[in-house]
């Protein structure tokens, strides 16, 4: 079983928090872009533009919005040449973070980057020193209260590698290629699901036991993750639930 990151449920439920936001959007745009840049604009045959473009819609994004950011990646329309930046880094206590970023100016995101761990008790590390910690996978967030045994078959029988605990959440686990499959199959058997994006998730967690680190460590993951640039910030942290509040 793959290490769970408490951050990724606080995050999910701060993403459904912030739905109506602009920057939201932004980002969300900004990974279909590049996502029909890279792959191609046909969502059939561009696993990766089919999970963003499905993305921002289950975050409410307008369909001609999504629809003229795939324009723009594939050349039809003018658009910013976004280009991938990953920045790795430590919080407070030695928790680990792996920072995805989309940039027109690399020395503006670095900087950035750079100046909020400094500030809030973090540091960047060097390159390779915390990637190998994280994996990349597709990630589906599951009400709790959908039933446990049909969810196990279906996932599973879909091709799932694993499905976590988390409370409130269930998450099912997938080979990156087999998000959409996993996706499609609990959609065809009527199994509710809130999300479903391709992350990274940790290969174990950091446990933090202080209420003051904990809240300091928070704290940095979502300064980080307020800065335009950044699409993603996973982090090794786990905490107890009563120290989130």
Known sequence: MSGHSK???IKHKKGAADAKRGKLFAKLIKQVEVAARTGGGDVES????????QKARDNSVPLDTIERAVKRGTGELEGVNYEEANYEGYAPGGVALYIECLTDNRNRTGSEVRSTLTKNGGSLAEPGSVAWQFERKGVLTVPASVDEEQLMTVALDAGAEDITD???????ITNPSELNTVRDALAGADVPFDSADLTMVASSTVPVTDPSAAKSVLRLLELLDDLDDVQDVHSNFDIEDDLIE
Do not use: C, I, Y
């Open 7 to 9: 951050w990724a449920t």
């Open 46 to 53: 561009n696993p990766t533009l089919r999970t963003m473009f």
């Open 166 to 172: 988390e409370g409130e959440w269930r998450r099912v």
